[in-house]
């Protein structure tokens, strides 16, 4: 292993030296917790109390292991927040917001019906008990708070519209992929998110995790032409460029284009799902 091979020339690796053998012990345990897929569903603190005993072991390490999983997910330099995504790692469990025929049903009678206005928010823990009313008419997700608040209160055509929050945290994901089960597969699922780096790692993201993968809605090339600002090219969207993904043409002009724009999607007025400018 070549931390090994450094170390005994006496340099540092994982900005680690062979001296520091407490710390090194602790930063290999929880890389080799999270192989173990020990992390997911879990906080921070949760976590690094299960793997070394110590709430605030993960803190001390959280650089080194997102520059170490990062290259492991073929990304490169990728932001903490995607690395966390990854391996399942929440730092809280937030609800998950929505507007759509979909309700959660208790021994009490119905407990959040998901097309009140202008949304509602189910827990994680309540997805045991959540069922789908009728058939929407598309699956939306939606990278961004404005953007989402926007869509459920000025469109009302019966999509399931999901916020992902950025990146999506697993209460997301399960809820998703659960909807994703029951309704056809002839129901369109389409996500919204910033033209950027960002923006395409999480429609990425979306594409591994779930059922079936989404396509791309409002985001093209030529909407970030129009509408973008003008951004430096980031190689780190090559694996990305070079996958089946939907949007592999976008991370391609977003990673290699000498005419790279970013187009943040608050820019954008929303539009309904079934509107005909969704890009795949």
Same mark, same amino acid.
């Given at each position: 292993?070549? &931390?090994?091979?450094? &170390?005994?020339?006496?340099?540092?690796?994982?900005?680690?030296?062979?001296?520091?053998?407490?710390?090194?012990?602790?930063?290999?345990?929880?890389?080799?917790?999270?192989?173990?897929?020990?992390?997911?569903?879990?906080?921070?603190?949760?976590?690094?109390?299960?793997?070394?005993?110590?709430?605030?072991?993960?803190? =001390?390490?959280?650089?080194?292991?997102?520059?170490?999983?990062?290259?492991?997910?073929?990304?490169?330099?990728?932001?903490?927040? %995607?690395?966390?995504?990854?391996?399942?790692?929440?730092?809280?469990?937030?609800?998950?917001?929505?507007?759509?025929?979909?309700?959660?049903? *208790?021994?009490?009678?119905?407990? %959040?019906?998901? =097309?009140?206005?202008?949304?509602?928010?189910?827990?994680?823990?309540?997805?045991?008990?959540?069922?789908?009313?009728?058939? !929407?008419?598309?699956?939306?997700?939606?990278?961004?708070?404005? #953007?989402?608040?926007?869509?459920?209160?000025?469109?009302?055509?019966?999509?399931?519209?999901?916020?992902?929050?950025?990146?999506?945290?697993?209460?997301?994901?399960?809820?998703?992929?659960?909807?994703?089960?029951?309704? #056809?597969?002839?129901?369109?699922?389409?996500? &919204?998110? @910033?033209?950027?780096?960002?923006?395409?790692?999480?429609?990425?993201?979306?594409?591994?995790?779930?059922?079936? *993968?989404?396509? !791309?809605?409002?985001?093209?090339?030529?909407?970030?032409?129009?509408?973008?600002?003008?951004? @430096?090219?980031?190689?780190?969207?090559?694996?990305?460029?070079?996958?089946?993904?939907?949007?592999? @043409?976008?991370?391609? &002009?977003?990673?290699? *284009?000498?005419?790279?724009?970013?187009?943040?999607?608050?820019?954008?007025?929303?539009?309904?799902?079934?509107?005909?400018?969704?890009?795949?």
């Amino acid at each position: 292993m070549r &931390w090994r091979l450094r &170390w005994a020339r006496g340099e540092a690796s994982y900005r680690l030296t062979a001296v520091q053998t407490d710390a090194a012990k602790e930063f290999f345990t929880l890389l080799a917790s999270i192989s173990r897929q020990e992390a997911r569903g879990l906080d921070a603190r949760t976590f690094s109390k299960k793997a070394t005993n110590d709430t605030k072991a993960f803190d =001390r390490h959280a650089s080194r292991i997102a520059a170490v999983l990062s290259v492991r997910i073929g990304q490169p330099r990728a932001p903490a927040d %995607v690395v966390w995504a990854h391996i399942g790692l929440e730092r809280f469990s937030h609800p998950v917001h929505l507007k759509g025929p979909v309700a959660v049903e *208790g021994a009490s009678g119905r407990l %959040v019906d998901g =097309r009140v206005r202008p949304f509602a928010s189910v827990h994680p823990e309540m997805l045991s008990q959540m069922l789908v009313l009728e058939r !929407p008419t598309a699956v939306l997700t939606i990278e961004n708070y404005a #953007s989402f608040n926007r869509q459920v209160r000025e469109i009302e055509d019966g999509s399931l519209v999901v916020y992902t929050g950025g990146f999506p945290a697993a209460g997301v994901i399960e809820l998703l992929s659960k909807v994703l089960r029951i309704i #056809s597969i002839d129901v369109p699922f389409l996500h &919204w998110g @910033d033209v950027d780096a960002g923006g395409v790692r999480i429609f990425r993201y979306l594409e591994e995790n779930l059922p079936r *993968g989404p396509r !791309p809605h409002l985001m093209t090339k030529e909407l970030a032409e129009k509408s973008g600002q003008p951004a @430096d090219a980031d190689p780190g969207l090559a694996s990305i460029a070079r996958s089946e993904s939907a949007v592999r @043409d976008l991370a391609e &002009w977003l990673a290699f *284009g000498s005419d790279a724009r970013h187009l943040e999607q608050e820019a954008l007025d929303p539009v309904r799902p079934s509107a005909g400018i969704n890009a795949s």
